[in-house]
């Protein structure tokens, strides 16, 4: 990626260019279903396995998840980056998004200027499975937004996040309206899925 700094008119003109997507997304969630009896918001550093238990979680559940939030910004990221939003340069840009973490939070933080909602709708457009949330604003209007039953952090042993603004002592404000729950994940893939089932046991 190149090292441009990125400001408010770099976003204006990546959502000018995805207004067509954006309008698709936003009637999408429109249509879906917020009364969910099990509604889950996912955080955690990168790579905790957070798309995983997400993916996990959709298929025993029953639920949809097609991507965390970074996949939901995908098209405006690829704009605001490399000036195109083809297939193929999202698909660049999405894969390259762990070592551009800094540009893609620096890019959401200035989205939500303009659409303080519009990260997570875009989310929650495609996925009933909320991931990946990262600053105290954004989990604040998932929380809104969503209404989630179950907020899982993701626990493994991972380097720092310095994008991530809170912590999971931090999500215990919330307590009283969802289930907020320290998963373990540092053991292999079949204990974190074991600790999955117990969390959502099938037919209670």
Known sequence: MSQKIIDIYDVVLSVAANIDYIKKQFVDFELSNHSLSTRILIVGHGRSGKDESALYLGRRLGLRYTGSTSLAVRPLLAHAIYGKNDLLTQEHCYAHRHEDREYWYEYCNLLR????????KLCLSFSDILVGTR?????????KVQRPTHILWLERSVPIDPTLEFRYDDLLQYAR????IRVDNTGSIEELYNNLDILFPIGT
């Open 113 to 120: 200027r303009i659409d303080p909602l519009m990260l997570i």
């Open 135 to 143: 600053s105290f604003e954004e989990l604040n209007n998932a929380v």
């Open 177 to 180: 309206m969802a289930n907020v």
